[in-house]
Structure formats: structure tokens, C-alpha cells
Nanobody
Framework: QVQLAESGGGLVQEGGSLRLSCAAS????????LGWHRQAPGKQRELVAL???????KYADFVKGRFTISRDVAKNTMYLQMNSLEPEDTAVYFC????????????WGQGTQVTVSS
């Protein structure tokens, strides 16, 4: 069993930065995909960034080089560094862990609110 807890959200002005954290309790090892997603009011949840166990990354087009996903294995924590924030980035941000081998399971955090004011 893996539990995920996001933190680091808040209110920031346009052009500012935030770093989100996703702390995992329980082992995340083997083959897995970690991700950040977001959901704005009235919209569907959408992918922001992915990080694979092999070290690969993938970003949504709207990130445009502004966000960086990373992981500190020793701390069992994943991060999303967000720079040059825009009002359109306002959403609840969720992290997830998709474990594929040898353990399987898909886990989500509760989310953290990010609000960007213009």
C-alpha cells in the first residue's frame, strides 16, 4: 500500500514560482510511473508531467518548458517545480503513482490548490 500526500500549493502572482511536493509512505520501487495532474474548476483532470522508473520524463504541451518534474529517492518524494506561472495554471494539482512490477497498484494523493493571480 502506498499513500501520497501533496504539499506546496498556495497563492502566487502571475510570473511567480511554486514547488509542489508529493511525499510517499510505502515503498515505490521496480517499474513505475509517477505523475502530476491538475484539475481546474469545471474541467477534466489533465496530465501535467510524468516521470518513469527509468528516468524518462514527459510534459504536457502547455508546460512549455516552465515546469520540471523530479524525484528524491532517499526522501521518497517527488517534486514539481513550476516557474513563470500563469492564471491559467490555477487548479488543484494531484500526484499519482502507477506501480507496474513487481508490485501493482495505482495510487493518488488528495491534491493541493494552486492559485495564480493576475
Amino acid at each position: 500500500q502506498v499513500q501520497l500526500a501533496e504539499s506546496g500549493g498556495g497563492l502566487v502572482q502571475e510570473g511567480g514560482s511554486l514547488r509542489l511536493s508529493c511525499a510517499a509512505s510505502g515503498s515505490v520501487f521496480g517499474t513505475y510511473v509517477l505523475g502530476w495532474h491538475r484539475q481546474a474548476p469545471g474541467k477534466q483532470r489533465e496530465l501535467v508531467a510524468l516521470l518513469t522508473s527509468g528516468g524518462g520524463t514527459k510534459y504536457a504541451d502547455f508546460v512549455k518548458g516552465r515546469f520540471t518534474i523530479s524525484r528524491d529517492v532517499a526522501k521518497n518524494t517527488m517534486y514539481l517545480q513550476m516557474n513563470s506561472l500563469e492564471p491559467e495554471d490555477t487548479a488543484v494539482y494531484f500526484c499519482d503513482a502507477d506501480l507496474r512490477f513487481p508490485r501493482t497498484g495505482h495510487y493518488w494523493g488528495q491534491g493541493t490548490q494552486v492559485t495564480v493571480s493576475s
